[in-house]
T-cell receptor, first 116, second 110 residues
Framework: GAVVSQHPSWVICKSGTSVKIECRSLDFQATTMFWYRQFPKQSLMLMATSNEGSKATYEQGVEKDKFLINHASLTLSTLTVTSAHPEDSSFYICSALASGSTDTQYFGPGTRLTVL | GEDVEQSLFLSVREGDSSVINCTYTDSSSTYLYWYKQEPGAGLQLLTY?????DMKQDQRLTVLLNKKDKHLSLRIADTQTGDSAIYFC??????????FGTGTRLQVTL
């Protein structure tokens, strides 16, 4: 089956620093990737849709200057949390749509971010 | 906007059947999904059903869809301890954007 990886799996950083999270589709090409955020014991909330070669589309209430998304190739999207603060601590999950597919998203294992 | 609701918790004995329910509000939903999330992990797609289907069976999993009532259920036969996890239903229209339910924590006891 389709495999999506994320790196790192967990990260602890100081307040004010920036953190980059990578999402890779390992055995398929993904024109579209999605970034979600999940708070403890809550559901996933879509943050943005990342399209290869174009700007990401952000959901309402998500600051595009704080959560920078780059989708430079068909197998890699990155999410950079800039000037992270404790309230940004969360579980970040990406998913990928196989190119040409509109019905199945394959999810990465998630990245747990803790900002001290 | 779209809303997807699930009960928060379900406890069943090993070997029994589990039924996890989900209701949604978007009548234009095209696909409905069930995902499984184990602690500290991402989401694993279990199964999905097209909105023009009533039922789909895949080994121990049976999905039932009542489109009129906008009700989706997942039945797990012969529930095992390894089935303990959080189960999310999700819906999408043709835009491929998923709206997730609140998640149901399934606890399997011996």
């Amino acid at each position: 089956g389709a495999v999506v990886s994320q790196h790192p799996s967990w990260v602890i950083c100081k307040s004010g620093t920036s953190v980059k999270i990578e999402c890779r589709s390992l055995d398929f090409q993904a024109t579209t990737m999605f970034w979600y955020r999940q708070f403890p014991k809550q559901s996933l909330m879509l943050m943005a849709t990342s399209n290869e070669g174009s700007k990401a589309t952000y959901e309402q209430g998500v600051e595009k200057d704080k959560f920078l998304i780059n989708h430079a190739s068909l197998t890699l999207s990155t999410l950079t949390v800039t000037s992270a603060h404790p309230e940004d601590s969360s579980f970040y999950i990406c998913s990928a749509l196989a190119s040409g597919s509109t019905d199945t998203q394959y999810f990465g294992p998630g990245t747990r971010l803790t900002v001290l | 906007g779209e809303d997807v609701e699930q009960s928060l918790f379900l406890s069943v004995r090993e070997g029994d059947s589990s039924v996890i329910n989900c209701t949604y509000t978007d009548s234009s939903s095209t696909y409905l999904y069930w995902y499984k999330q184990e602690p500290g992990a991402g989401l694993q797609l279990l199964t999905y059903i097209f909105s023009n289907m009533d039922m789909k069976q895949d080994q121990r999993l049976t999905v039932l869809l009542n489109k009129k009532d906008k009700h989706l259920s997942l039945r797990i036969a012969d529930t095992q301890t390894g089935d303990s996890a959080i189960y999310f239903c999700a819906e999408s229209t043709t835009a491929s954007k998923l709206t997730f339910g609140t998640g149901t924590r399934l606890q399997v006891t011996l």
